[in-house]
């Protein structure tokens, strides 16, 4: 699978057409077998992140923290696997206004990394949900995106990647579309009303379910959005104003590291720093100096993937413009900067890196397991040992 620089994304996949008929066919005997939506289950508008681990609940923590410091009053959900958060680090989100629910709950998790995304949108308490992922922060209060005409018409919003996928892929058969053009989705921020798009969130779930065979297609569960729509012909509305990306610029060298998505009228609005997430940025690290953004109708859109000094950035190449950050987004990365140093400086942050040792090395995901703490002498000991 590969990303190349004219946007689009190839896989080293082929699939016999008996194979991809068998796929369609078991699509569709699937979607004709969906439950209605339950009218009484679920209510209320609210924010849905998933997060586990060191390195999502330490982006989660500056997440949620912006958004009250932006004066978003919406109820959070924060999606977890059985122990990949501790009872600790919870209490730090005390006053948040978030609720902690294990996905144990509702279903048999397998493994680490299962599809969380999609089972914590059909599972939350609420019927409009605005996903986030954990490395994602909004530069403005996101209220106002569920008053958006376009949104209440379809019941959907979705953001545009920087790519396109392959025509030859066979998930364009599989879904019987030949809409090559439309670009892929960046699942970092999505926004759902699940009474109008059940039936297609069921097909997400579906779409994940069997990840063996689509994600060798789709890139893990980032465009299975999307093409649970498209297999029900069902209409979203997608921002028409492609991503951005922000990051620094050395010695004329670009390196971005957070994807710029904007709203309907082409303001920012969400900064997903997927690629330098919050866990391994030093205090007082700014990475937010540059925006690069295509032209609206370039005639040259190229974009590079490339590593440096370890770690993925993003260039462009072709009719951009490079701008240096507003000084509100300057502002907004010392806040975050902030809420980092808070967190690291938490009762709850060394434990947890300890906590998460355990977990990764020697516990499952889904076994009980804490780790207890006396004060008077420096040892711990944990309730599976006893």
Not at 223 to 240: C, G, H, N, Q, R
Not at 297 to 317: A, C, Q
């Amino acid at each position: 699978m590969g990303f190349n620089p004219n946007l689009i994304r190839t896989i080293d996949v082929e699939m016999r057409s008996s194979d991809i008929d068998a796929l369609r066919n078991d699509l569709e005997n699937y979607i004709s077998k969906i439950i209605d939506y339950p009218l009484e289950k679920f209510n209320g508008k609210g924010i849905v992140f998933t997060a586990g681990g060191v390195t999502h609940v330490t982006c989660l923590w500056v997440s949620i923290n912006i958004l009250r410091e932006l004066g978003c009053c919406l109820p959070i959900e924060i999606w977890h696997v059985g122990n990949e958060i501790s009872a600790d680090v919870m209490t730090e989100f005390a006053g948040l206004n978030v609720q902690f629910l294990d996905l144990n709950d509702y279903e048999i998790i397998d493994s680490p990394g299962y599809y969380v995304k999609p089972l914590a949108i059909l599972h939350s308490t609420f019927k409009e949900v605005l996903y986030m992922d954990a490395d994602n922060i909004c530069c403005r209060n996101p209220e106002y995106l569920f008053q958006l005409e376009a949104y209440k018409t379809t019941g959907t919003v979705f953001w545009a990647d920087y790519w396109f996928t392959d025509k030859e892929n066979p998930i364009w058969k599989i879904v019987d579309c030949d809409n090559f053009g439309l670009r892929e989705q960046e699942s970092g921020q999505i926004l759902i009303n699940k009474e109008q798009c059940w039936r297609a969130l069921n097909v997400c779930v579906y779409f994940n379910n069997l990840g063996r065979y689509y994600y060798r297609l789709l890139y893990g569960d980032k465009d299975t959005f999307k093409f649970s729509w498209v297999a029900l012909k069902l209409e979203f509305y997608m921002i028409p104003h492609n991503p951005a990306t922000c990051g620094e610029l050395r010695e004329g060298v670009f390196s971005g590291n957070t994807i710029v998505q904007f709203d309907q009228i082409g303001e920012p609005l969400f900064f997903h720093r997927n690629l330098l997430k919050w866990d391994v940025t030093l205090a007082s690290e700014r990475k937010w100096e540059y925006i690069k953004k295509f032209h609206a109708s370039p005639k040259v859109e190229i974009v590079h993937l490339r590593t440096e000094k370890g770690k993925k950035v993003v260039d462009f190449n072709g009719d951009f413009d490079l701008s240096e950050v507003p000084v509100a987004i300057g502002c907004l990365e010392d806040t975050c900067l902030s809420f980092l140093k808070k967190w690291r400086e938490s009762k709850s942050y060394y434990p947890f890196l300890e906590h998460m040792h355990f977990v990764n090395n020697r516990f499952k995901y889904k076994e009980a397991f804490k780790m207890k703490y006396d004060e008077s002498v420096s040892d711990c000991t944990s309730d599976c040992w006893s």
